[in-house]
């Protein structure tokens, strides 16, 4: 059994290693008001999503889920609940990076982003569901 929620402070040093481990060239830089979800089971962090939120727009810095729990809808779990809390917010448009080749593109473009390609690097948008 899976469960999402916020990251708790003493989270930071799995999800720092977590990002380490699935994204090594990761320049990703954690920001004082950055929010973090994790996915965890039986209390032990498995995944993580990394966004921030200013003003209208979210930017999704990170997601990723441990090799060995990938299949199981965490990734697609982590993002809904990330959108959710970004449309409570009164985000309107939420913006993602993705390497062009990366199998999680399908995941975002599932959930309503649509595609503007730089090179290698997919930039994904959102526009809030009306």
Known sequence: MFTIRKAKKSDRAAV???VSLLFP???NRFLPHDSFLV???EGIPVGFCHYRIRG???YIAGLGVLHQYREQGLGTQLM???LYRAERKGVDT???KVRALNSAAKLYLSFGFFEKRWGETMVLVRKRMS
Do not use: G
């Open 16 to 18: 720092q290693d977590m």
């Open 39 to 41: 996915a965890e089971r």
């Open 25 to 27: 060239n990761s320049r």
């Open 94 to 96: 939420t913006i993602l």
């Open 56 to 58: 209208k727009n979210c």
């Open 80 to 82: 809904a609940e990330a």
